[in-house]
């Protein structure tokens, strides 16, 4: 068991009193961690406050080189990493190595683009006038995190937040507070300042809340459940701070009747027991048009009874899971394969079909290893399906028409879509988020798209006759 406290100006500190225990083995204590209350939060606000100023002064290439010593620290260490990640959240050793690296090559991409030029060069229509903007840093970034992936969330805020000059505050989920420690000690090791990042553990209903309504914190970013988010929305539009939302998904699949049957139930697979299914791209419905239903069926069955997955993350996802298995039955679906937990946390993948479209299940975010597979007359039926939803996080369609393919990335009602290709994993240079209730569906994560969300544009007029 290790002892995680909280990072304020450059002290660790408070008292463990949250205990996580390991999921795939309940018995086990994995870390145990402050529950801060506002007075700790406040505490981290005002360090962060205090050593932002002269963290923006540094030139931005030393601010990257930091970012870059902390990516090779954790490279030297990621097997421990990917254990402590695996021992809180789950996750095969496979997938929690994948996310360790996540993290490391995210550190990297942002560390790197403390090289390249920030703003623009502008001509004016005044004679002997230069015009150029500056990014300038928000100020105190807040992020708020959940618990499925627990470092590389963290790291592509952090990363984008700390290059570009601002001080952090960051409330880890829960769950998984070990991650963080590991990628906090990186950054304090590579040699970031006392100050510029701070990690407050605790519970979200009161060190999330104080640290979101904190008027000292100039831009919040929220990655988490809906609910939640939205609540976060009204707090920080009421003072017009800035605030960035990723929540959650009903992501969906098409399937047509000229795809391999083989080849989509591999994708649709992978899209929805990857993780456990606990993405928030992942697919948790599909649409088969008739000449496909059955052959997709057959292979999808296949294909998650040799799926090897992690245990689900606690007993309280583990019966949110099982209670909508158990909505499908009422209802009269058929559980093609899966349905039932073997051992302790660890439920089968699972299959339905024969609900309507209308159901419970096949509306609201599970967030588990469970996928409906509903069938419709036509492509046009399809994508109507896929876009009924009050989510638009990420869609998916396998066909090998490429007027087909064209029209659903043009017409789905999502941040991302993906053709022939899981919904789940994205790369880290391209911009993600969603649209409808999935997002706050204005700043981008990730990429260089990510660095809007911690600046603003400053636009400075040059006379020099
Ligand atoms: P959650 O909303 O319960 O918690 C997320 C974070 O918010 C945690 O750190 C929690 O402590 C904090 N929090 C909870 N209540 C709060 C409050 N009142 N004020 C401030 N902070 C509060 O979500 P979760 O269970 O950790 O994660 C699962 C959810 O996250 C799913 O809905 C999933 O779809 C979503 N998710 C979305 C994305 C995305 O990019 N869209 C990525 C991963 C997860």
Known sequence: MTTVQNLIGGE??????????????????VAVT??????????????????????????A???????????????SRHSQVAED???????????????????????????????????????????GTTIFTRREPVGVAA????????????????????????????????????????LSNALVEAGLPAGVLNVVHGTGSVAGDALARDPRVAALSFTGSTRV????????????????????GKNAYLILDDADPLAAAKVVAASAFSLTGQACTATSRVYCTPGIMEAFLAALAKEAEAFTMGPVVSEQQLAVDVSAIDVARAEGATVVTGGDVPSGQFLRPTVLTGLA???????D???????????????????????DSRYGLTAGICTRDLTAAHHFAAHAQVGVVKVNRPTTGLDLNVPFGGVKDSSSNTFREQGTAALDFYTWSKTVYLGHE
């Open 229 to 248: 988010g939205l609540g976060l929305h009204t707090i920080l539009s009421e003072r017009r701070a800035r605030v960035q939302l990723e929540m959650g």
């Open 85 to 127: 990640l695996s021992r809180e959240e789950g996750k095969t050793p496979a997938e929690a190595t994948g996310e360790v690296r996540r993290a490391i090559d995210v550190l990297r991409f942002f560390g790197s683009l403390a090289w390249q030029a920030s703003g623009e060069v502008l001509p004016s229509a005044m004679p």
């Open 365 to 387: 975010e599970i967030f588990g290893p469970v996928v409906a597979v509903l069938g419709v007359d036509s492509y046009e039926e399809g994508l109507a399906r896929v876009n």
């Open 357 to 363: 479209h209308t159901s419970p299940v096949v509306r």
């Open 143 to 182: 992020l708020i995190t959940p618990w499925n992936f627990p470092i590389a969330i963290p790291a592509w805020k952090m990363a984008p937040a700390l290059v570009s000059g601002n001080a952090v505050v960051i409330k880890p989920a829960e769950l998984t507070p070990l991650s963080v420690a590991h």
């Open 61 to 75: 290439p030393a601010r990257g080189a930091i970012l870059l010593d902390a990516a090779d620290l954790l490279r």
């Open 12 to 29: 660790r500190v408070g008292d463990p009193e949250l205990a996580r225990h390991n999921p795939a083995n309940p018995g086990e204590i």
């Open 34 to 59: 402050p529950a801060s209350d506002a007075s700790a939060v406040h505490a981290a606000v005002s360090a962060a406050e205090q050593a932002q100023g002269a963290w923006a002064a540094l030139p």
